[in-house]
């Protein structure tokens, strides 16, 4: 059990980038919640800087946004019976693969202001995915 | 089409050949001497002036272990801009590829070794730290040739989809860093290895960090982060954290110790775990070398604010090896207060004073930009373009000794 972690009280402002320690932070907080919230199917009333630029980024980023939530259940479940099974182990390697995977997508749009899709789409315009997202 | 600008050695003119053309139906490639493989950076954007390595020398190749994904990317931006150019995907390629790419830096990310993908990792039971999930083989094979200056078909591990996808072109490159969570696992991927570094976050900064990354998505809160890094810990502790005794440089991040008890994770101690006797590497020092220093810079000619900044620099043993260890902990709030560190250091490898704050400055929006973190990636990016350049110097020497022992 996690004995070694200091509580969870003394962490909440972690580690945060200077600009991000400001405004920024707010800002990204925003971002997050206009995403839930949309998400949640209430009309989205600001669209936030930096983001997909393609409807394909823009998919990809909600199925992995669905697959953490549906991918933390099952861990939670198989771990219920054995928690230091190899299933265990392998479901929250999945959880963290995937974490990892939306917030290296998130870095991209966000701070790189680079859509993965750009040089795919420049040379494939008309396809699905290369349709520019709008909220 | 385009021109080849060559650096005449003794040995002969090194060939040169439009990178950025492969994937299309014309290759269009000038070599000057067949013997030599090309080894270039991309074209330039102007479509007329390549530029080639001169050096007869082979690839250099980095390893960097990290946990969590690939684009351990601070690191590698910062990396990459020491040597200048920024790192980007290949273009025209698979767009989930997690290769980065730069005038003359290629870094693969080893998650494409994986011999498991999600469904078959599931399967058998393992994770992706265990070995068992990884193609040590194919890993060694395409390190070996790529440095030896031949193109190899690398696999792409999708992260997204968990799958296996087509392989792609990965042309030998001037620097070639290899990061993941097994770049010093095989014994003989360690051998080709010209330098590795490892990068040791502590568990409380481990789940600071993490938490910073994923409470702000659905799905995750307090507990599963904290569920997450446990189960996986066996794993890690077992076949990653072993790695660290080969590592050339270790950099070390733990919670400081400037604020007693309370701790909100702002504030880094970082450990510059340097390597003695390796080859082409000097490690950095404070003020005598050898010597156990403890300084703190703030006082009489710099202010600090609280919580201020500490330097420890001394000789060690790590794993039974022996090693210059220096620390900082605390955070610098002002380009003063940089540039003070920066001038009592030595053996920096800096090309010119104030290098580092420089390179500091240009990434201030980069996270620990204002503290060890920053700071020691910065100097380790500085310490391999300087072990970098010595082997090209060491490469370059020998075959004009060659021509005259002929003569």
Redesign the interface.
Known sequence: MATSFFSPLSFPSVLTPPCQRSGLAGFHRDTMRIRREAAAGRTLTVRAMGGPKYMGTHTREKKLAEMIEEKVNDAKEVCEGDATSDECKVAWDEVEEISQAKADLRRKLMVEKLDPLESFCSDNPETEECRIYED | MGVCTTLHTAAAAPPCHLRGFYQHKQQVLFYRNTAYTPRCGRAHSAGLAVRCSGAAGETVVIGLAAD??C?K?TFMRRLTSVFGGAA??P???N??SNTLISDTTTVICLDDYHSLD?TG??EK?????DPRANDFDLMYEQVKAIKEGKAVDKPIYN??T?LLDQPELIKPPKILVIEGLHPMFDQRVRDLLDFSIYLDIS???K????????M?????S?E?I???????K??FDAYIDPQKQYADAVIEVL?TQLIPD?????V?RVRLIMKEGVKNFAPVYLFDEGSTISWIPCGRKLTCSYPGIKFTYGPDTYYDHEVSVLEMDGQFDRLDELIYVESHLSNLSAKFYGEVTQQMLKH???????NGTGLFQTIVGLKIRDLYEQIVAEGASSPLKATTTKA
């Open positions: 969590s994904g684009g990317s980007e995907p273009r025209g390629g767009p989930d999600r990792r599931k039971g393992v994770t992706a730290l992260h997204v968990g568990n409380e900064v789940f600071a960090w993490k938490i910073q990354r994923d702000a998505e659905r799905g995750h307090l599963s904290k569920a997450s890094i446990e189960a996986r066996p794993d919670p309370d701790n909100e994770g702002k880094l201030s929006d980069f996270p620990g930009s204002n």
